[in-house]
């Protein structure tokens, strides 16, 4: 399985990206999908993760209201769109994958993702 995240980029303050994972060699639309990034000199965070069945989302607290984690049924492909962006965004975004429909206070923990992108950079600039 191998994910492939795309979509980064450089906006300035206030402006908008959308990110994409796609798997090849499993669907997206069992289990658990995640999104982390690892912004400069810090360590690797939690920003956004979606179960189904039943479907629940959850977010980083800095990020809610701003960030939406969604999948394209059509296209198999779990996106992150984020608006009002901030310098803090800044970072080497991760999408993440797990077969297992994980619990709420379990979307949040690197530990029990399987699958990992390569990562994509987002800059957020003045």
């Known amino acids: 399985v191998q994910l492939q995240a795309s979509g980064g980029g450089s906006v300035q303050i206030g402006g908008a990206l959308r990110l994409s994972c796609a798997a090849s060699?499993?669907?997206?639309?069992?289990?658990?999908v995640a999104w982390f990034r690892r912004a400069p000199g810090k360590d690797r965070e939690f920003v956004a993760g979606?179960?189904?069945?039943?479907?629940?989302?959850r977010y980083l607290g800095s990020v809610k209201g701003r960030f939406t984690i969604s999948r394209d049924d059509a296209k198999d492909t779990v996106h992150l769109e984020m608006n009002s962006l901030k310098p803090e965004d800044t970072a080497v975004y991760y999408c993440?994958?797990?077969?297992?429909?994980?619990?709420?206070?379990?979307?949040?923990?690197?530990?029990?993702?399987?699958?990992w992108g390569q990562g994509t950079l987002v800059t957020v600039s003045s």
């Open positions: 993440a994958a797990t077969p297992a429909y994980l619990i709420f206070s379990a979307l949040g923990d690197d530990g029990n993702y399987d699958y």
């Open positions: 060699g499993r669907t997206l639309s069992r289990g658990s």
């Open positions: 979606i179960k189904w069945s039943p479907k629940y989302t």
